[in-house]
């Protein structure tokens, strides 16, 4: 055996750097999978069903995520919940934007579920509360609680126990390591009617685009006129905060009323600051990037079925040859098939196992440089693994053409 | 040396696409002959050798090589026949071009478990035999056409092969280099060794003390 391993690697050692173009394709492979098709599918899955629901004009929030959030997870039902496992895993382990807060009122907590998303996203399925919550702090690594109570503005059937002034208790605990981080403090200052609402669509950072020079990263559209941004603290400062704000309305709304009837409805004073072409323009551009992005999972897609079926075959004519050279020697076809497998396993295990790896690393990069999803600063980087794929792929493959001109003459001695 | 009895070959046997490669070929070749098989295309020239170099198996039929009945044979006993036994020529020489000459040649040594540096010496006159000591260090895709079909006859002789089996091997090489090539044949003949060239050249297949044609599986007198 000790022999059959010494001839084994001194059959391989010249194929050493082809093998690792080889890799090298592998480990890009799974990282483009892992960090841009995934997550790219799950979005156009969610804003599929955003689209649906939105078009239906049904009475349900829901929220539409992003590359740089990586998931798409509500505790809404009809929703598809297809990626919190790769959440829950720990792929993402150290992306802490993607940090998942389930936050439970006081003791009922069966009630009422919130889903904090980013550091503004907040969603309640069951559409009794909407509140905005502190974000985990990335510099101090802890939830970003303060003293006070976080201004909240809950809907028509909380009102009762919770009147405007009142407070809540808000246990927060992740969802990942089940533990209870903190409980903070809702301050009721507003009231939303059940029927004000529509819909509720968040882009995560994204909005930064396009909202957040206006310093509004969640939107909530109200029904038929009303749109409530709710601004983030770190556009505005806390005396500019209102606790809530009409931000985008329809040109046929009569704004002064309108005010009147937040003033009336949410408590507090709201100012507008757009309209609703904003909000149509968002739309575009989301459909459009989620189009955008549709095309390239296509292409992604071709390429990989292109690309591996190509290797595919020339592994095997490849490994033919050796096989047969080897066969034709003295070797037994069981021998030499296994180190054939055991070469190949050698080179993909660990490419993948480094695919798999580096994945969330790259992603959080990603998230780290600023680089939100749906920009166009993502598409160098998907245009960048995409040449060096396509590189590895042609050096692979030029690597390999001298080995297959023998092989046929063999296969039928296979 | 070689007996085949009956021997039949059949592909996609009992489908639709069935073909009879070999049919009933009875053949004995003695220790010492130089013989040539030629025929057609698709008559089965290539089918023959690969069930005489034990790289493939008849439908039926019986194969005594060397006093020893092949059919019934393990996988590893096969390998084992082959690998001491038997050289094996292709014509497209069958080497591993990322190794150089000498590793190419110590191949079959290397698989009989030999150590190395027996190994190598081995090599080195197999290398010298065929005239190409000076480009044992080299890989073989910088050689020529010729010079690689050398390498190949050297990795055939060097475990000291009775049997040496060449399919087309001149069909790649020029005039000369197939000259050259008859010649270590011819050669390796004198010295013993038993020699089945499969080949449509008629030059090659005029050297031979014996020709044997085949068409359409069967060997025509």
């Known amino acids: ?414 | 040396m070689i007996k085949l009895e009956n021997v039949c070959k059949v592909y996609n046997n009992g489908r639709a696409n069935q073909t009879t490669a070999l049919k009933n070929i009875d053949l004995e070749i003695k220790a010492g002959e130089m013989v040539v098989i030629t025929g057609p295309s698709g008559s089965g020239k290539s089918t023959l050798l690969h069930i005489l170099a034990l790289m493939d198996e008849p439908t039926s039929g019986s194969y005594l090589f060397d006093g020893e009945m092949i059919s019934g044979m393990t996988d590893r006993q096969k390998s084992e026949i082959r690998n001491r036994k038997l050289g094996i020529i292709l014509q497209d020489y069958g080497l591993v071009d990322e190794l150089t000459a000498i590793q190419n040649v110590e191949l079959p040594l290397m698989i009989a478990g030999k150590r190395k540096r027996a190994a190598r010496m081995a090599a080195r006159n197999a290398l010298r035999m065929v005239g190409l000591s000076e480009k044992e260090r080299q890989k073989t895709s910088r050689l020529s056409g010729g010079q690689r079909q050398r390498v190949s006859i050297a990795r055939a002789i060097v475990a000291g092969a009775k049997l040496i089996l060449a399919d087309e091997p001149t069909g790649a090489l020029d005039s000369v280099a197939a000259g050259d090539f008859m010649e270590l044949m011819t050669g390796l003949n004198r010295n013993g060794v038993t020699v089945v060239i499969v080949t449509h050249n008629e030059t090659v297949a005029n050297q031979c003390k014996r020709q044997l044609r085949l068409v359409d599986g069967e060997i025509i007198p």
């Open chain 1, 1 to 414: 055996m000790v022999k059959r391993i010494k001839m084994a690697t001194m059959l391989y050692s010249p194929f050493l750097i082809k093998e690792l173009f080889f890799g090298a394709q592998v480990f890009l492979m799974v990282v483009l999978l892992m960090v841009v098709i995934v997550p790219v599918t799950n979005v156009i899955s969610e804003y599929d069903q955003m689209e649906r629901l939105y078009g239906q004009d049904i009475d349900r929030l829901i929220y539409y995520t992003q590359i740089d959030t990586g998931i798409g997870q509500t505790e809404t039902k009809d929703l598809d919940i297809r990626f919190a496992s790769w959440l829950e895993s720990g792929c993402l382990e150290k992306t802490y934007r993607n940090q998942m807060v389930r936050a439970k009122m006081g003791e009922d907590t069966e009630q009422i579920t919130m889903l904090i998303y980013s550091e503004q996203l907040f969603l309640d399925t069951e559409f009794q509360l909407i509140g905005r919550l502190p974000a985990f702090d990335l510099t101090t690594e802890s939830w970003g609680l303060n003293e006070e109570a976080y201004p909240m503005i809950i809907s028509e059937d909380l009102a009762v126990d919770y009147p405007p002034g009142s407070e809540m208790l808000l246990k927060m605990d992740c969802n990942r390591c089940k533990e209870e981080h903190s409980e903070i403090r809702g301050l009721v200052v507003g009231i939303l009617k059940r029927d004000s609402m529509i819909s509720y669509i968040g882009k995560g950072g994204g909005n930064y685009d396009y909202l957040g020079r206006l310093g509004v990263n969640t939107l909530a559209f109200g029904r038929e006129k009303m749109v409530i941004g709710v601004y983030d603290e770190r556009y505005f400062h806390k005396e500019d905060w209102n606790g809530a704000a009409v931000f985008s309305v329809a040109e046929s709304v009569d704004r002064k009323e309108l005010l009147a009837q937040m003033n009336a409805e949410v408590g507090v004073e709201g100012r507008i600051v757009g309209t609703d072409d904003l909000y149509r323009n968002s739309m575009d551009k989301v459909i459009q990037d989620a189009e955008a992005e549709r095309l390239l999972v296509i292409l992604f897609a071709v390429v990989f079925v292109v690309d591996f079926w190509g290797y595919i075959l020339m592994s095997i004519r490849k490994k033919g040859h050796l096989y047969a050279i080897l066969f034709m020697c003295g070797w037994s076809k069981r021998e030499a098939l296994i180190v054939n497998l055991v070469s190949v396993v050698m080179i993909v295990f660990p490419a993948v196992c480094l695919g798999l790896y580096m994945a969330p690393l790259a992603s959080e990069f990603i998230l780290r440089e600023g680089f939100q999803g749906y920009t166009w600063h993502i598409y160098p980087i998907i245009c960048g693994l995409f040449l060096m794929t396509m590189l590895c792929g042609v050096l692979t493959a030029f690597a390999r053409q001298r080995n297959l001109n023998v092989v046929t003459q063999y296969r039928e001695g296979i």
